[in-house]
């Protein structure tokens, strides 16, 4: 069965740091684009990082450039968004998702594109 889990997600102050994980079952991470995505009440998704399968070429929303980096551990079947210096603005729910997409639509990140989603992880950044 194929299955995309997120977790890492929880609540920070202002400044802090999360990791979120996002697990694949089911099929091979390796080989697929992986979206981040968020959405916070009464907002729109947004999409926040992408990494790309192969040389896994990363891309980044301008709001979260510096602060954010996604990675894959193809061995653990894992990709990673390491989020630093959080924000209010960041507070959300977080979604991963996997899509066979070419580097241009993977760093393009349109979520229709994306076919494997996860069930999210909330990220609450709070004083």
């Known amino acids: 069965q194929v299955q995309l889990v997120e977790s890492g997600g929880g609540l920070v102050q202002p400044g802090g740091s999360l990791r979120l994980s996002c697990t694949a079952s089911g099929f091979t991470l390796g080989n697929y684009c992986i979206g981040w995505f968020r959405q916070a009440p009464g907002k729109e998704r947004e999409g926040v990082s992408s990494?790309?399968?192969?040389?896994?070429?990363?891309y980044y929303t301008d709001s979260v450039k510096g602060r954010f980096t996604v990675s894959r551990d193809n061995a653990k079947n894992t990709v990673y968004l390491q989020m630093n210096n959080l924000k209010l603005e960041d507070t959300a729910v977080y979604y991963c998702?996997?899509?066979?997409?070419?580097?241009?639509?993977?760093?393009?990140?349109?979520?229709?594109?994306?076919?494997?989603w996860g069930r999210g992880t909330q990220v609450t950044v709070s004083s």
């Open positions: 990494i790309s399968s192969g040389n896994s070429s990363t």
């Open positions: 998702a996997a899509g066979v997409l070419g580097k241009g639509a993977c760093s393009r990140r349109r979520h229709e594109m994306f076919g494997y």
